[in-house]
């Protein structure tokens, strides 16, 4: 476990030494402003809109973030040829691919707490609260979903490149957030080998909409019972398990060739 | 890390950062533009240039996306959902997250729909549902008629000969009891009512039945009974079993004085006057 932890720690060595996610929180903190500076028809107090929209800036940096610095691990340390001197260190490639992703979900989680941190401070400047409870099932959910996401960014970079990672990851967290939960209604308009397509869709993907509380943060509609955020937990832990031994099994018995960049 | 190795970096960095610009400069220029469209230079020559140039055509159908938006708001944030082909494990717990309850905000709390409906406008200023919808939650829910009269202001500004705005002016006044501004603002509805209107559009027909029937009332509690009895002829004309209208017509005709009588009958009518569109939705659960 130490040394999972060691490779942990330098990813997020890595990400601070990079400019992301500082232009994240500035960017974040930029639009946070101007949203304030709305007029409403000359009308004030209304806080609800800055909630909105800055938990949507939150989740949509957030995944930016996940998505870069977990599809970008594997390949830099190929690029690089760090590789090769990490693999001579007596540490397994699971244990490599599990600090990757605990480095990769950690950093994130800390950058989408200050994206949080932030919003609170400027609702709170509005005149305005989050209910605690609420928001701590919101961040908890959501730190849950990049779990996730961290983890398929992760297994699609140990056999693709970081750009064809990323793409790749892109679309797969598009497709489950957007799509997958509509496929129930499109279904009652379909039948046969579409209606088939979309069932598999359905079961294959992970259902990331299920992570997002935003709405019950925003409109102050009170926590979600501890059986379905125990239930989360449970579906979340399964699809990173899933997502990290498929990743594992592209990677363990991956050669890499001395003098082939990529 | 010999330079090669420092170099094989840049890539990565590459890849993510003019991505992340990209997105950057598209939100600011998106967040500063609302602001600044705020500003009267930009008034002066025509909101339309601006957004157009922003995000050509694509600025409509962002606009009804938000007011869109401002729907889910007004319906305390729950959006309006189809039924599902079937129900499993992940949409129960996706019910439990987001329930499919009808309710609508009341009070203050309407205000909460408001920027939404100021950045479809801003985006759509043609978009007189957003216009008459703010109205509306300004004035009906939130109490607010001055703020109401405001953005009708500014939506006739945009939309200079639109009868669905003069009548919410014209039903607006009459809430506040200004009896004249009222009769004002519905004689232009009706002068600028589309004459050539298909037999078929029910929304038009009824607009202007309102159109006649407020104008009614306006005038007769102004005492101006000539017109107000013109106009009730004219509902007479096209919804000829008005009883309500008959009977008003009759007691002018007859020289009594009404004003009290309509003054109760005006009351009844604003009252009744709203209907949720999702009340209409057979697909829409309601819960209570």
């Known amino acids: ?262 | 890390m010999n330079r090669s190795a420092a170099t094989g970096s840049l890539p990565s960095a590459t890849l993510a950062l003019p991505g992340l610009a990209a997105l950057a400069l598209w939100l600011a220029a998106f967040a500063l533009a609302c602001y600044t469209l705020e500003h009267p230079a930009l008034q002066s020559r025509g909101s339309n240039s601006f957004w157009t140039f922003l995000l050509g055509s694509g600025r409509s159908a962002l606009g009804q996306t938000l007011y869109a938006h401002a729907d889910v708001y007004f319906h305390g944030g729950v959006a309006n959902s189809s039924r599902p082909a079937f129900r499993h494990l992940f949409q129960r717990w996706a019910e439990v997250i987001a329930p499919n309850r009808h309710r609508h905000e009341e009070g203050v709390s309407i205000f909460e729909t408001l920027p939404w409906y100021r950045w479809a406008t801003q985006l759509d200023p043609q978009n007189v549902d957003a216009w008459l919808d703010a109205t509306y939650a300004a004035s009906a829910i939130g109490q607010r008629p001055e703020f109401a009269a405001r953005i009708l202001a500014e939506g006739l500004r945009h939309n200079p000969r639109n009868y669905r705005l003069y009548l919410e002016r014209g039903r607006l006044a009459l809430r506040r009891s200004d009896w004249s501004p009222a009769a004002y603002a519905l004689d232009v509805a009706l002068r600028v009512f589309p004459e050539n209107r298909p037999a078929d559009d029910v929304e038009a027909r009824q607009a202007l039945l309102s159109l006649l029937n407020l104008g009614s009332f306006a005038h007769e509690i102004l005492g101006e009974r000539d017109q107000a009895a013109a106009r009730l002829r004219q509902l007479l004309s096209l919804a000829p079993d008005n009883a309500v209208a008959r009977t008003r017509l009759a007691e002018l005709k007859r020289g009594a004085d009404t004003r009290a009588a309509a003054l109760a009958y005006l009351q009844q009518t604003l009252t009744g006057e709203h209907r949720c569109a999702r009340e209409t939705d057979d697909e829409h659960d309601h819960h209570p």
């Open chain 1, 1 to 262: 476990m130490n040394r999972c932890l060691v490779i942990a720690r330098m990813v997020w060595l890595d990400l601070l030494r990079r400019k992301d996610l500082y232009v994240l929180l500035i960017l974040l903190g930029g639009l946070l402003l101007a949203l304030l500076s709305l007029n409403v028809f000359g009308l004030g107090g209304m806080v609800r809109y800055v909630k909105d929209a800055g938990l949507l800036l939150a989740w949509l940096f957030s995944w930016i973030l996940a998505i870069s610095v977990a599809s970008r691990q594997l390949p830099q340390e190929e690029t690089r040829r760090t590789i090769y001197s990490l693999l001579a260190k007596p540490l397994t490639r699971g244990e490599l691919l599990f600090g990757k992703w605990l480095g990769a979900w950690s950093v994130v989680c800390a950058a989408t707490s200050l994206f949080y941190l932030l919003i609170m401070l400027v609702v709170a400047a509005r005149g305005g609260r989050f209910e605690p409870l609420t928001l701590a099932q919101t961040g908890l959910l959501h730190a849950l979903g990049l779990g996730v996401l961290t983890a398929l960014a992760l297994a699609l970079s140990t056999r693709a490149t970081q750009s064809a990672a990323a793409a790749l990851a892109y679309v797969g967290a598009l497709a489950s957030y957007l799509i997958v939960p509509q496929v129930p209604v499109f279904l009652a308009a379909e039948t046969g080998l579409r209606a088939n397509g979309l069932l598999i869709l359905y079961y294959a993907l992970p259902h990331l909409e299920l992570f997002d509380l935003r709405q019950r943060a925003v409109h102050d509609w009170g926590p979600v019972p501890g059986a379905l955020v125990a239930g989360l937990v449970l579906y979340s832990l399964v699809w990173i398990a899933l997502l990290l031994l498929l990743g594992w099994l592209g990677f363990r018995r991956k050669r890499f060739a001395r003098g082939a960049a990529r």
